[in-house]
């Protein structure tokens, strides 16, 4: 029995190691793309797009607007993750600032899912709690969503500022879009990556703006 144990370890030696070093292979690659996809967002456009937008935010709440972000799937978590850092703190503590994601109620989506239509999951809760005086930020990855499309358009039918966080491929979304955060990947997951970046600088900028020394 003990000579049979110690064959199959020395089978299973070699291929636990293939597995190893793929894995390795491909932790190495990711961080590599990752890094280059990070590189890339110092060009002048794209921190001029995070400043504008960082601007209008606080513009926004100063006049006594709010933030509403959505998205779907992994963007929708982000979007609820953003909102917290609004409403709760992000580098240190100070006031609340106010921000809404449109995916938290369930029950709005998915009667609006229900009766209407999908596609309408944002749109038609921004029509009924946005302001002229809000910005509507839509995080898609493919920029290719119909529900966030829509919201989009419904948010520039009521003149709300609209931003728009997505990807290469995302020229319909960034074309409705006040200012756009294109991250230059077609990756997913590179591009969430990318965006997630730019929008925790845009809530660091908001919050020394608003209330960092000397405001």
Do not use: W
Not at 27 to 38: F, G, N, T
Not at 129 to 153: E, F, K, Q, W, Y
Not at 171 to 187: E, K
């Amino acid at each position: 029995m003990s000579d049979n144990r110690s064959a199959l370890a020395v089978v299973a030696l070699p291929d636990a190691e293939e597995a190893a070093e793929f894995a390795r292979g491909v932790i190495r690659q990711r961080v590599h793309e990752s890094i280059a996809v990070k590189r890339s967002l110092l060009g002048r456009a794209l921190v001029d797009s995070i400043v504008r937008l960082s601007d209008q935010v606080v513009e926004s709440i100063r006049a006594g607007g709010k933030v509403l972000l959505f998205g779907n799937g992994g963007s929708a978590a982000d979007a609820t993750h953003l909102a917290a850092e609004f409403v709760g703190r992000f580098a240190f503590d100070r006031d609340p600032m106010p921000a809404l994601s449109l995916s938290d109620n369930v029950s709005a989506v998915t009667a609006i899912g229900n009766d209407y239509a999908y596609d309408l999951t944002f749109a038609r809760q921004l029509k009924a709690l946005g302001s002229p005086n809000d910005v509507a930020i839509g995080l898609s990855t493919s920029g290719s969503s119909p529900n966030v499309l829509n919201a989009m358009r419904a948010a520039r039918e009521k003149r709300i500022f609209t931003a728009a966080f997505t990807g290469a491929r995302g020229a319909d979304m960034a074309a409705l879009a006040d200012v756009a955060v294109v991250i230059p990947s077609a990756s997913t997951a590179r591009i969430q990556e990318g965006y997630m970046l730019c929008a925790h600088i845009m809530c660091e900028v908001v919050e020394q703006t608003m209330f960092g020394p000397g405001r």
